[in-house]
T-cell receptor, first 118, second 116 residues
């Protein structure tokens, strides 16, 4: 079974609209971390936001917020007021405390290709 | 934010040769670095975890004799692809986690390897 599932391979959104990128995860570890990264066409991975499994509140970083629903194992990324520069691949990733790869290696989803249209 | 560099950014080599890729943390010490591989239009796959001063930990299915990792200092890890073949052509990305337990991994810009 996939540990990170991103069900939207591609999305087209009008500029200035809000965007929700879906991510569900699967783990039996009680302690884990969830990440979202942006990868533009240049290939660099840009850290956007982090949510810890024990965090009581949803994480927010500027225009980015994470809708964390622990019981549903869901960690959707919300981008408010989208901009043309938001066009990129977006990856959801997880770090498991006990059963993850390596010591803190991340497991990535397949990504969502977001295109913002003017 | 923290900066991680990779060198080279692109490399083309002939089949059978070896290629070394460097990953440096420029403004922080990284006791742990990670190497990922990304095929076109696919996700990142963790290859190995590199710990300063000790042997790397490889993920299942990754040949340790083919992908040699050395983490000689707190700011440098190297990945050597030995006897490269066309199927090794990929985008290799390193990341580093800062000492002190910061949660983010900072990624390098990646190295695009093409084996002809």
């Amino acid at each position: 079974a996939q540990k990170i599932t991103q069900t939207q391979p591609g999305m087209f959104v009008q500029e200035k609209e809000a965007v929700t990128l879906d991510c569900t995860y699967d783990t039996s570890d009680p302690s884990y971390g969830l990440f979202w990264y942006k990868q533009p066409s240049s290939g660099e991975m840009i850290f956007l936001i982090y949510q810890g499994s024990y965090d009581q509140q949803n994480a927010t970083e500027g225009r980015y917020s994470l809708n964390f629903q622990k019981a549903r194992k869901s960690a959707n990324l919300v981008i408010s007021a989208s901009q043309l520069g938001d066009s990129a691949m977006y990856f959801c990733a997880m770090r498991e405390a006990y059963s993850g790869g390596g010591a803190d290696g991340l497991t990535f989803g397949k990504g969502t290709h977001l295109i913002i249209q003017p | 934010g923290a900066v991680v560099s990779q060198h080279p950014s692109r490399v083309i080599c002939k089949s059978g040769t070896s290629v070394k890729i460097e990953c440096r943390s420029l403004d922080f010490q990284a006791t742990t670095m990670f190497w990922y591989r990304q095929f076109p239009k696919q996700s990142l796959m963790l290859m190995a975890t590199s710990n300063e001063g000790s042997k790397a930990t490889y993920e299942q299915g990754v040949e340790k004799d083919k992908f040699l990792i050395n983490h000689a200092s707190l700011t440098l890890s190297t990945l050597t692809v030995t006897s490269a073949h066309p199927e090794d052509s990929s985008f290799y990305i390193c990341s580093a986690r800062a000492r002190g337990g910061r949660r983010e991994q900072y990624f390098g810009p990646g190295t695009r390897l093409t084996v002809t």
